[in-house]
T-cell receptor, first 116, second 110 residues
Framework: DTGVSQNPRHKITKRGQNVTFRCDPISEHNRLYWYRQTLGQGPEFLTYFQNEAQLEKSRLLSDRFSAERPKGSFSTLEIQRTEQGDSAMYLC??????????????FGPGTRLTVT | DQQVKQNSPSLSVQEGRISILNCDYTNSMFDYFLWYKKYPAEGPTFLISISSIKDKNEDGRFTVFLNKSAKHLSLHIVPSQPGDSAVYFCAASADDKIIFGKGTRLHILP
């Protein structure tokens, strides 16, 4: 399977705990994006990387959130001191940073976070 | 503020007929528009796209129309098939980011 993979698929945590999610993009893709999706909404942009460089972060990404992409391969998204409002589906996507391929993002299945 | 709007939360269409999904946008700086399809428990999958310099793009049963003056685009699926039942997201791109609408759930009726 050469698609985008995300782990874990589901995470239940208690408020105040830290959680970390992992995304493995398609191997030749140099762009990697993180989105959050809540019920009844479309995916909302959080941040993106080109290779290992984090190029932009949304206002949605509070200082409790941090993302890394060491060596420009997989990426991790960490949420510290989780709050109930963090409950959502966290989606990762990847693409090539080249011409029109830039816009055709391939999504993983997501990690569903539930904060109790 | 919602820059990409899908005003119909759901749509039901008879199998074999045409499905038309609509989308409006507010940002005239968008330069590329996309449609994604999402099945339950899966991430969205890219379906079809159109550049802002074109007004139509066709791929098999799927055609996207863009009306820049009205800031409106639509996705036509003909003929509709049972496997087309899914949530469809309209999306638009500017500055390397994609902004998604809330989605329209399409039900194909037998």
């Amino acid at each position: 399977d050469t698609g985008v993979s995300q782990n874990p698929r589901h995470k239940i945590t208690k408020r105040g705990q830290n959680v970390t999610f992992r995304c493995d993009p398609i191997s030749e893709h140099n762009r990697l994006y993180w989105y959050r999706q809540t019920l009844g909404q479309g995916p909302e942009f959080l941040t993106y990387f080109q290779n290992e460089a984090q190029l932009e972060k949304s206002r949605l990404l509070s200082d409790r959130f941090s993302a890394e992409r060491p060596k420009g391969s997989f990426s991790t998204l960490e949420i510290q001191r989780t709050e109930q409002g963090d409950s959502a589906m966290y989606l990762c996507a990847s693409s090539l940073a080249s011409g029109l391929a830039l816009y055709e993002q391939y999504f993983g299945p997501g990690t569903r976070l539930t904060v109790t | 503020d919602q820059q990409v709007k899908q005003n119909s939360p759901s749509l039901s269409v008879q199998e074999g007929r045409i499905s038309i999904l609509n989308c409006d946008y507010t940002n005239s700086m968008f330069d590329y528009f996309l449609w994604y399809k999402k099945y339950p428990a899966e991430g969205p999958t890219f379906l079809i796209s159109i550049s802002s310099i074109k007004d139509k793009n066709e791929d098999g049963r799927f055609t996207v129309f863009l009306n820049k003056s009205a800031k409106h685009l639509s996705l036509h699926i003909v003929p509709s098939q049972p496997g087309d039942s899914a949530v469809y997201f309209c999306a638009a791109s500017a500055d390397d980011k994609i902004i998604f609408g809330k989605g329209t759930r399409l039900h194909i009726l037998p």
